[in-house]
């Protein structure tokens, strides 16, 4: 009974979670081919306007409508997430690959530098990478993907270190294969699956990060329309008890964060189904 009862509530959660994803992502790529307007253009006799049929999130401070500015914000912030946590996978693939490969004295020092980095808070790693460019989504994605390797990093060396105990890796190694292609036709293969799920599960990582940085004023120029920028503009709308300017930035970066969460929980599910009938118990 318990099984069922969570399978079912797990399957209407994936199913939410991949409509209300899908909605977002669709209304990052569409809204702004269907209503051509510039999301930066000031009205200042139409500003703090709640919400109406004209602005169906209401206005900010200057008269610049939200709606197109959470959608400008979001498709920045979907951008920073997905290629900077590609790019984290990519090197924390290739650091933990090497690591557990090459074990020994390789894999201590490759740690013990994993460690080192890992004690560094990822904000401020973060804000010290910024600091050395100038604005842009680039330099923010370089600063999310330095910061956020570590664990993918972590993942797959003790995947590696799992798989070569697998006879195969000893048959393939009895056999003369080389460690590189040991490395690249056995080990890889086997830990592309958990590099993938470190993947999904980083990318609300890196939103949150890209809104942090922005919150913070660093990264993006002033001109770029940018979630976490318009949480922090709309503080003090919010003290004067104008709520709209920052609950829908807010739930622009929530939503999708809790939505993609929801749906790499799934995926772990079906990599671990152990996980799931410990969760039955």
Known sequence: MAETVWRTGRATGVRVSAALLAAVVA?????????????????LG????????????GTDEVGRDLLLRCVYGLRVSLLVGVVAALAATVIGTAVG?????????ADRVVMRIVDLFSSVPHLL??????????????????????????STARIVRAEV?????????????????????????HLLPGVLPQAGLAAVLMVPHAI????ALSFLGLGLP???????????SARG?????????TLFPGLFIIVPTLAIAVLAGAWRERLNPRRRSELTL
Request: no cysteine; net charge positive.
């Open 208 to 211: 949150w990060h890209e809104s």
């Open 222 to 232: 002033a001109h770029r329309a940018s979630l976490g920028a318009m949480v922090q």
């Open 46 to 57: 139409a500003k703090l306007l709640p919400p109406s049929w004209s602005h169906p999130f």
């Open 97 to 105: 690959a090497l690591a557990g490969a090459l074990g020994g004295w």
């Open 161 to 185: 270190l799992s798989l070569r105990s697998r006879p195969y890796i000893d048959a393939a190694v009895s056999g003369g294969a080389s460690r590189r292609r040991v490395l690249v036709r």
């Open 27 to 43: 209304a990052a790529l569409l809204v702004p081919l269907a209503v051509p307007l510039d999301e930066q253009a000031v009205d």
């Open 237 to 245: 709308s919010l003290l004067a008890g104008d709520w709209w300017p």
């Open 125 to 150: 790693l973060g804000v010290f990478v910024v600091a050395m460019f100038r604005p842009g989504v680039w330099p923010v994605i370089a600063s999310v993907a330095l910061t956020h390797w570590l």
